[in-house]
C-alpha cells in the first residue's frame, strides 16, 4: 500500500463531530478570497450548488460543463424526490434514523462520519431549496407533503411531481446563474476537462478541449472540485445521460487519485426493459412509483397470458411475499435481484421473458385514477409514450436496468481525494452510499456535498495551504495539454472499420453479462480477458471521422469510451477481489441459504482504495478499514 | 421502416448550409427520433462521410439539450413531446422527413443541426432568480405556500429550456420561456421582494438578444413539449407594466427602445 488513506474524522461523538470540525477548520478572510481561484468540474447538483455558494463566498470559480448549458445536467432527470430528516410527518424520523437507514442500506460499508452529516445537513438542504423557490409538493393547508421510498419504514421523500431532480437543479443552476451575472463565476459551457495538473504533489488545475472549437486549453487554480458524476455508462445501456462519462475522474486516476469501490454499481429494479439492438438508453421509472404500484409475475412458468387475465391466485406478488414488512419498498439491489431469480425461473414476462409487472390496478381502485395521475402522471405518461401502452388500464412492464454508481474517487470526510486540493463531490466520489444507494439519497448527497460540506472544507485547505504562484506557461501544465493534442489526434489517424458505438455496446454487454446484477468468479475472469481484448482492438480499428478543430461528436465520445474501456477493467479487477457479497456488489459464491447477500465483515469490511500503478501494469489495492462506533453490524434484513 | 430524410447540413457558424438528402432504412417503429438519427450517423460514419451534429443527452425528455424542427414544426408532431420522446411509429412508413435546426437570430448554427442557446442563460442570469445565498433560510415549513399556488408555480417551473417556443414563434420570441420564470417565482410568497425587478430584468435582457417581441400568436404554447399556457405571458406583461408604472421609468420608456439593465436602479414595489 502506498497511498495515504487517512480519512480524517474529527473526534468526539458521532453526533458533534461535523460541528466540532466546522469550529477547527481555519477561514480565509474575505479579502484573500478574492485572491483564491477554484475550479469546479460539472454543473450538476453538486457542481452548481458547490460552485454557486463558493462564488457567494467570494471565491473566484471557474465551473465547467460539457453540455450546452449547466441546465442540462444530468441531475435534472431525478425523478421521485430527496430525502430528510425533517420529521415532519410526526412518524418518529430523526437524523439518527436517516444516518441508521443509509449506513444499513448501504450494507455496511459506508463511514459513518460522512453518513452522520449528510443526514444531519439534510435538513438545511430543504430550507435552502424552499428559499430558492423549489416548488414541492405540499398539503392543503400549505405545508410541505411528504412520500415514502425505498429501505425506509418513514415518509422523509419531499418531491416535485416525478421531477424533484430537475426542480433541485433549476434552483442550483439559477444560483449559479446569478453568480455568473455577477462574474463571481466564470462558466465554460460545451467544454470538456481531459486531464488534471498536479505540481509539488498539489492539484493546481485541469487541461480542457473546448468542444466547439476543439482548443485546448490549460485552467489554473489554487484547489480544483471535481463533480463530474458517475460512471454508469460503462455499461453502455443505463439511464445516464448519452455525455454522462467518467473521463474527469479516470484522468484523476491516472495522476494519483486512488479509486474506491469500482465494483458498486446500483442496478435500479423499475426501468422500461430493453426492446431492440438499437436502443441507446434505458429509462427509468421512478421508485416512487413502488409506494402505489404492486410487483409481480405469473406463478406458473411461460404464462403468456395477457396480465388482466391472471386471476389473482395465479400471481406471485414476489416482493410482498418474500419481504413482508418492506413489501414493494424492499431497497433496490434487493428488488433488482428479486427480479431476476423470478425471471431466471423462466416467469418473466413481456417478448423476452427480461420483465416483470408493475401493477397499479389495486391502487386505481383504492384511490381513483385521477389521484394516480396527480401523484405520478407524468412518469405515466413518459412510460406511454415509450411503450404505445396506457398503464392505467395495462400494468407496467418493468425489468433492472445500471442506474447509479456508489464507488468514485476515494475522499476523506473533507472530501479532498489522495492529490491534495483535488476534492471530489456528489456521484463522483464514493464516500456515503456503501455498496448501495437508497432511494432520494443522491439529490441529498449532492446539495450537501455542494451546499454545505465543500465550501467549508476547501475554505480550511486553502487556509492551511498556502499554494505557490503558478500559470499555464508551467511545464506540467504544457506537458498534460501535449498529452491531450496526442491523444486526440490518435484516435483520429487510426481510421479503423468499427465506430465509437460499436465498441461501446460490446464493452456494455460484457460488462452486464458478467458484472452486472450477479458475478462469480470464472465470468468475471473470462470478462476480463474479453476487456483488455477489445480495448486492444479498439486502439487498432477504431473509426472517428471528421477533425479536430470543429464540433465532432464523434470524437467526444471516443475519448470518452477509451475510458470506459480502462475504467471497466478495473470494475472486474475490483469485483474479482471482493469475494464477499454485499449491497449492489452479488457474488454467487457468498450468499445466504434464501439466496440474500452474504458479507464477510472479518475480511472485506474495507474500502478498496485502487492505485494507479502506471501503462500495462496491475493496479494497487489500498485498504481503509472501516470502524463501525455507533452502528451494530449485522445481516440486513427487510422480511 | 423506411424515410427519406432531407436535413440541414452546415460545417460552422459562418458556413454556408444547404439541405441535404439522406436514406433511412431498417427503422424500427420502436425506435425514438434520435436513435433513428443514430443509425444514419453509424451508416455516413461507416461510409467515411461526417455524421450530423445535433445536441442530445438524456434522451428521456427532461434536459432538453435535443431540438430539430420536424417537417417544421418544433420536436415534430406528437404534442407535449420533446424530440428524444418521439418515437418512429409516429411516422407513415416510406415518409419523406425534414429536419432542420432551431431557426432564429438568437441562436446561432454551430454546427448542422446544433445551436447555440445561451441567450437563454443569459435572461435567467437578468433575473430569473430567487436571491438566496446559502445558508440563510429559516425553516421550510414557516413558509405557507398554498396548494393551488404551488402546482400553478410547479406548471410553469417544468418549462426545460430548449428554445421550442422561440423556433416556433413567428417573431422568434422568447416570451413564452421568460414569461415560465416569472411565473414560476412570482407565484410564490418567497418570490414577492423581487417580483417586478424581475420582470424588468428579464424581459429587457430578452429584447437585448435580438429575440423579436411577442403578438400572441400561441405557436409557442402549441410546440412546448411541457404544453407550459401562454396565459404566463399575460402575467409576465402585467408584471412588467405594474413595475414600469410604479417603477423609477418614465412611462413612455416601457414602449420605446430599452437600452440599459435595469438592476442598477431601484424598482419600488408596488405592493
Given at each position: 500500500?502506498?497511498?495515504?488513506l487517512?480519512?480524517?474524522?474529527?473526534?468526539?461523538?458521532l453526533?458533534?463531530?461535523?460541528?466540532?470540525?466546522r469550529?477547527e477548520?481555519?477561514?480565509?478572510?474575505?479579502?484573500?478570497?478574492?485572491?483564491?481561484?477554484?475550479?469546479?468540474?460539472?454543473?450538476?447538483?453538486?457542481?452548481?450548488?458547490?460552485?454557486?455558494?463558493?462564488?457567494?463566498?467570494g471565491?473566484?470559480?471557474?465551473?465547467?460543463?460539457?453540455?450546452?448549458?449547466p441546465?442540462?445536467?444530468?441531475s435534472?432527470?431525478?425523478q421521485?424526490g430527496?430525502?430528510?430528516?425533517?420529521?415532519y410527518?410526526?412518524?418518529?424520523?430523526?437524523?439518527?434514523?436517516?444516518?441508521?437507514d443509509?449506513?444499513?442500506?448501504?450494507?455496511?460499508r459506508?463511514?459513518?462520519?460522512?453518513?452522520?452529516?449528510l443526514?444531519?445537513?439534510?435538513?438545511?438542504?430543504?430550507?435552502?431549496?424552499?428559499?430558492q423557490?423549489?416548488?414541492?409538493?405540499?398539503?392543503?393547508?400549505?405545508?410541505?407533503?411528504?412520500?415514502?421510498?425505498?429501505g425506509?419504514?418513514?415518509?422523509?421523500?419531499?418531491?416535485?411531481?416525478?421531477?424533484?431532480?430537475?426542480?433541485?437543479?433549476?434552483?442550483?443552476?439559477?444560483?449559479?446563474?446569478?453568480?455568473?451575472?455577477?462574474?463571481?463565476?466564470?462558466?465554460?459551457?460545451?467544454?470538456?476537462?481531459?486531464?488534471?495538473?498536479?505540481?509539488?504533489?498539489?492539484?493546481r488545475?485541469?487541461?480542457?478541449?473546448?468542444?466547439?472549437?476543439?482548443?485546448?486549453?490549460?485552467?489554473?487554480?489554487?484547489?480544483?472540485?471535481?463533480?463530474?458524476?458517475?460512471?454508469?455508462?460503462v455499461?453502455?445501456l443505463?439511464?445516464?445521460?448519452?455525455?454522462?462519462?467518467a473521463?474527469?475522474i479516470?484522468r484523476?486516476?491516472?495522476?494519483?487519485?486512488?479509486f474506491?469501490?469500482?465494483?458498486?454499481?446500483?442496478?435500479?429494479?423499475?426501468?422500461i426493459?430493453?426492446?431492440?439492438?438499437?436502443?441507446?438508453?434505458?429509462?427509468?421509472?421512478?421508485?416512487?412509483?413502488?409506494?402505489?404500484?404492486r410487483?409481480?409475475?405469473?406463478?406458473k412458468?411461460?404464462?403468456?397470458?395477457?396480465?388482466r387475465?391472471?386471476?389473482?391466485?395465479?400471481?406471485d406478488?414476489y416482493?410482498?411475499?418474500?419481504?413482508p414488512?418492506?413489501?414493494?419498498?424492499?431497497?433496490?439491489?434487493?428488488?433488482?435481484?428479486?427480479?431476476?431469480?423470478v425471471?431466471?425461473?423462466?416467469?418473466?414476462?413481456?417478448?423476452?421473458?427480461l420483465?416483470?409487472?408493475?401493477?397499479?390496478?389495486?391502487?386505481?381502485?383504492?384511490?381513483?385514477a385521477?389521484?394516480?395521475?396527480?401523484?405520478?402522471g407524468?412518469?405515466?405518461?413518459?412510460?406511454?409514450?415509450i411503450t404505445?401502452?396506457?398503464?392505467y388500464?395495462?400494468p407496467?412492464?418493468?425489468y433492472?436496468?445500471?442506474?447509479?454508481?456508489?464507488?468514485?474517487?476515494?475522499?476523506?470526510y473533507?472530501l479532498?481525494?489522495?492529490?491534495?486540493?483535488?476534492?471530489?463531490?456528489?456521484e463522483a466520489?464514493?464516500?456515503d452510499?456503501?455498496a448501495?444507494r437508497?432511494g432520494?439519497?443522491?439529490?441529498m448527497?449532492?446539495?450537501?456535498?455542494?451546499?454545505?460540506?465543500?465550501?467549508?472544507?476547501?475554505?480550511?485547505?486553502?487556509?492551511?495551504?498556502?499554494?505557490?504562484?503558478?500559470?499555464?506557461?508551467?511545464?506540467?501544465?504544457?506537458?498534460?495539454?501535449?498529452?491531450?493534442a496526442?491523444?486526440?489526434?490518435?484516435?483520429?489517424s487510426?481510421?479503423?472499420?468499427?465506430?465509437?458505438?460499436?465498441?461501446?455496446?460490446?464493452?456494455?454487454?460484457?460488462?452486464?453479462?458478467?458484472?452486472?446484477?450477479?458475478?462469480?468468479e470464472?465470468?468475471?475472469?473470462?470478462?476480463?480477458?474479453?476487456?483488455?481484448?477489445?480495448?486492444?482492438?479498439?486502439?487498432?480499428?477504431?473509426?472517428?471521422?471528421?477533425?479536430?478543430?470543429?464540433?465532432?461528436q464523434?470524437?467526444?465520445?471516443?475519448?470518452?469510451?477509451?475510458?470506459?474501456?480502462?475504467l471497466?477493467?478495473?470494475m472486474?479487477?475490483?469485483?474479482?477481489?471482493?469475494?464477499?457479497?454485499?449491497?449492489?456488489?452479488f457474488?454467487?459464491?457468498s450468499?445466504?441459504?434464501?439466496?440474500?447477500?452474504?458479507?464477510?465483515?472479518e475480511?472485506?469490511a474495507?474500502?478498496?482504495?485502487?492505485?494507479?500503478?502506471?501503462e500495462?501494469?496491475?493496479?494497487?489495492?489500498n485498504?481503509?478499514?472501516?470502524?463501525?462506533?455507533n452502528?451494530?453490524?449485522?445481516?440486513?434484513?427487510?422480511? | 421502416?423506411?424515410?427519406?430524410?432531407?436535413?440541414?447540413?452546415?460545417s460552422?457558424?459562418?458556413?454556408?448550409?444547404?439541405?441535404?438528402?439522406?436514406?433511412?432504412?431498417?427503422?424500427?417503429p420502436?425506435?425514438?427520433?434520435?436513435?433513428?438519427?443514430d443509425?444514419?450517423?453509424?451508416?455516413?460514419t461507416?461510409?467515411?462521410?461526417?455524421?450530423?451534429?445535433?445536441?442530445?443527452?438524456?434522451?428521456?425528455?427532461?434536459?432538453?439539450?435535443?431540438?430539430?424542427m420536424?417537417?417544421?414544426?418544433?420536436?415534430?408532431p406528437?404534442?407535449?413531446?420533446?424530440?428524444?420522446?418521439?418515437?418512429?411509429?409516429?411516422?407513415?412508413?416510406?415518409?419523406?422527413?425534414?429536419?432542420?435546426?432551431?431557426?432564429?437570430?438568437?441562436f446561432p448554427?454551430?454546427?448542422?443541426?446544433?445551436?447555440?442557446?445561451?441567450a437563454?442563460?443569459?435572461?435567467?442570469?437578468?433575473?430569473?432568480?430567487?436571491?438566496?445565498?446559502?445558508?440563510?433560510?429559516?425553516?421550510?415549513?414557516?413558509?405557507?405556500?398554498?396548494?393551488?399556488?404551488?402546482?400553478?408555480?410547479?406548471?410553469?417551473?417544468?418549462?426545460?429550456g430548449?428554445?421550442a417556443?422561440?423556433?416556433?414563434?413567428?417573431?422568434?420570441?422568447?416570451?413564452l420561456?421568460?414569461?415560465?420564470?416569472?411565473?414560476?417565482l412570482?407565484?410564490?410568497?418567497?418570490g414577492?421582494?423581487?417580483?417586478?425587478?424581475?420582470?424588468l430584468?428579464?424581459?429587457?435582457?430578452?429584447?437585448?438578444?435580438?429575440?423579436?417581441?411577442?403578438?400572441?400568436?400561441?405557436?409557442?404554447?402549441?410546440?412546448?413539449?411541457?404544453?407550459?399556457?401562454?396565459d404566463?405571458?399575460?402575467?409576465?406583461?402585467?408584471?412588467f407594466?405594474?413595475a414600469?408604472?410604479?417603477?423609477?421609468?418614465?412611462?413612455?420608456?416601457?414602449?420605446?427602445?430599452?437600452?440599459?439593465r435595469?438592476d442598477?436602479?431601484?424598482?419600488?414595489?408596488?405592493?
Open positions: 500500500m502506498t497511498l495515504q487517512d480519512a480524517r474524522v474529527p473526534t468526539g461523538p453526533g458533534d463531530k461535523w460541528n466540532k470540525h469550529f477548520m481555519k477561514l480565509v478572510n474575505p479579502a484573500n478570497k478574492r485572491k483564491s481561484t477554484i475550479i469546479v468540474v460539472g454543473s450538476g447538483l453538486a457542481g452548481a450548488a458547490g460552485a454557486a455558494t463558493m462564488s457567494e463566498l471565491y473566484k470559480v471557474k465551473c465547467f460543463c460539457f453540455q450546452d448549458s441546465r442540462r445536467a444530468h435534472i432527470a431525478a421521485g430527496i430525502n430528510a430528516a425533517k420529521n410527518q410526526n412518524d418518529g424520523d430523526s437524523v439518527y434514523r436517516l444516518f441508521y443509509t449506513v444499513k442500506g448501504g450494507d455496511f459506508s463511514r459513518e462520519a460522512n453518513v452522520y452529516r443526514a444531519e445537513v439534510s435538513v438545511n438542504i430543504i430550507d435552502q431549496c424552499v428559499a423557490g423549489v416548488p414541492f409538493a405540499r398539503e392543503y393547508g400549505g405545508l410541505l407533503a411528504n412520500r415514502s421510498f425505498g425506509a419504514q418513514v415518509s422523509r421523500t419531499f418531491y416535485a411531481r416525478g421531477q424533484t431532480g430537475q426542480q433541485l437543479l433549476l434552483g442550483a443552476y439559477q444560483a449559479l446563474e446569478r453568480q455568473i451575472e455577477r462574474k463571481g463565476v466564470t462558466m465554460y459551457p460545451r467544454t470538456e476537462m481531459l486531464d488534471l495538473v498536479v505540481i509539488d504533489g498539489k492539484a488545475g485541469i487541461v480542457t478541449r473546448n468542444l466547439v472549437t476543439g482548443a485546448i486549453e490549460s485552467h489554473v487554480a489554487d484547489a480544483v472540485v471535481l463533480a463530474s458524476g458517475g460512471y454508469g455508462n455499461f453502455f443505463s439511464t445516464n445521460a448519452q455525455g454522462s462519462n473521463t474527469a479516470w484523476a486516476y491516472k495522476r494519483g487519485a486512488g474506491a469501490n469500482p465494483c458498486y454499481t446500483q442496478i435500479h429494479p423499475t426501468c426493459p430493453v426492446s431492440g439492438e438499437y436502443q441507446s438508453k434505458l429509462t427509468l421509472m421512478s421508485e416512487s412509483l413502488r409506494n402505489d404500484g410487483v409481480w409475475v405469473p406463478k412458468q411461460g404464462d403468456k397470458r395477457d396480465p387475465q391472471i386471476p389473482e391466485n395465479e400471481r406478488y416482493l410482498e411475499r418474500k419481504y414488512s418492506f413489501g414493494n419498498l424492499a431497497p433496490r439491489d434487493i428488488a433488482s435481484r428479486a427480479a431476476k431469480e425471471c431466471d425461473e423462466g416467469r418473466g414476462v413481456g417478448d423476452s421473458g420483465g416483470v409487472y408493475l401493477d397499479f390496478g389495486d391502487a386505481i381502485k383504492r384511490v381513483g385521477d389521484v394516480i395521475r396527480e401523484r405520478y407524468n412518469l405515466f405518461e413518459m412510460y406511454q409514450r404505445n401502452e396506457n398503464p388500464e395495462v407496467m412492464l418493468i433492472p436496468a445500471v442506474h447509479y454508481t456508489m464507488g468514485g474517487l476515494w475522499v476523506d473533507n479532498m481525494s489522495t492529490i491534495e486540493g483535488l476534492h471530489v463531490t456528489g466520489n464514493f464516500s452510499h456503501g448501495n437508497l432520494a439519497s443522491a439529490l448527497q449532492g446539495l450537501a456535498d455542494g451546499y454545505f460540506v465543500i465550501p467549508n472544507t476547501v475554505g480550511d485547505y486553502l487556509a492551511s495551504n498556502k499554494p505557490e504562484k503558478v500559470d499555464a506557461s508551467h511545464p506540467e501544465f504544457k506537458a498534460a495539454e501535449e498529452q491531450v496526442q491523444r486526440t489526434k490518435k484516435l483520429l487510426i481510421d479503423g472499420k468499427r465506430t465509437v458505438m460499436s465498441f461501446h455496446r460490446e464493452l456494455g454487454k460484457i460488462m452486464w453479462d458478467y458484472c452486472g446484477m450477479a458475478r462469480n470464472a465470468g468475471l475472469q473470462k470478462a476480463l480477458g474479453l476487456v483488455r481484448a477489445l480495448r486492444g482492438e479498439y486502439w487498432r480499428n477504431v473509426n472517428v471521422p471528421g477533425s479536430d478543430v470543429e464540433l465532432n464523434a470524437l467526444e465520445k471516443a475519448g470518452r469510451v477509451a475510458d470506459f474501456l480502462e471497466g477493467e478495473l472486474i479487477i475490483d469485483a474479482l477481489h471482493r469475494k464477499e457479497s454485499c449491497g449492489g456488489h457474488r454467487e459464491e450468499q445466504t441459504a434464501d439466496g440474500e447477500a452474504l458479507r464477510d465483515d475480511n472485506f474495507y474500502v478498496a482504495a485502487w492505485e494507479y500503478a502506471g500495462g501494469k496491475p493496479p494497487i489495492l485498504k481503509e478499514p472501516l470502524v463501525f462506533e452502528v451494530k453490524l449485522s445481516q440486513r434484513s427487510y422480511k | 421502416m423506411r424515410f427519406r430524410l432531407h436535413v440541414w447540413r452546415q460552422g457558424p459562418d458556413q454556408p448550409g444547404k439541405m441535404v438528402q439522406y436514406e433511412a432504412t431498417d427503422v424500427s420502436d425506435m425514438s427520433f434520435l436513435e433513428m438519427l443509425v444514419v450517423n453509424q451508416g455516413l461507416e461510409r467515411g462521410e461526417v455524421p450530423i451534429a445535433f445536441d442530445h443527452d438524456c434522451r428521456e425528455g427532461i434536459c432538453c439539450s435535443c431540438s430539430l420536424i417537417n417544421g414544426i418544433a420536436h415534430g406528437m404534442k407535449g413531446t420533446a424530440t428524444c420522446q418521439l418515437h418512429m411509429r409516429s411516422f407513415k412508413d416510406g415518409a419523406t422527413i425534414y429536419i432542420e435546426p432551431w431557426r432564429a437570430r438568437a448554427v454551430i454546427k448542422d443541426l446544433a445551436v447555440d442557446r445561451s437563454l442563460d443569459r435572461i435567467v442570469q437578468a433575473g430569473g432568480f430567487i436571491t438566496a445565498p446559502t445558508g440563510g433560510a429559516q425553516d421550510a415549513n414557516s413558509i405557507l405556500v398554498s396548494k393551488e399556488s404551488v402546482d400553478a408555480a410547479m406548471d410553469a417551473a417544468q418549462c426545460i430548449c428554445g417556443c422561440v423556433a416556433a414563434c413567428p417573431n422568434a420570441s422568447a416570451s420561456f421568460t414569461a415560465a420564470k416569472i411565473t414560476h412570482g407565484l410564490l410568497p418567497q414577492q421582494p423581487e417580483r417586478y425587478r424581475r420582470a430584468s428579464m424581459v429587457e435582457q430578452m429584447d437585448l438578444e435580438s429575440f423579436g417581441s411577442c403578438t400572441l400568436h400561441g405557436e409557442c404554447q402549441e410546440a412546448c413539449p411541457k404544453e407550459i399556457s401562454i404566463s405571458i399575460t402575467r409576465m406583461n402585467r408584471d407594466i405594474r414600469g408604472v410604479w417603477g423609477t421609468r418614465p412611462w413612455h420608456w416601457l414602449f420605446g427602445v430599452r437600452l440599459r435595469s442598477q436602479l431601484p424598482v419600488r414595489s408596488p405592493d
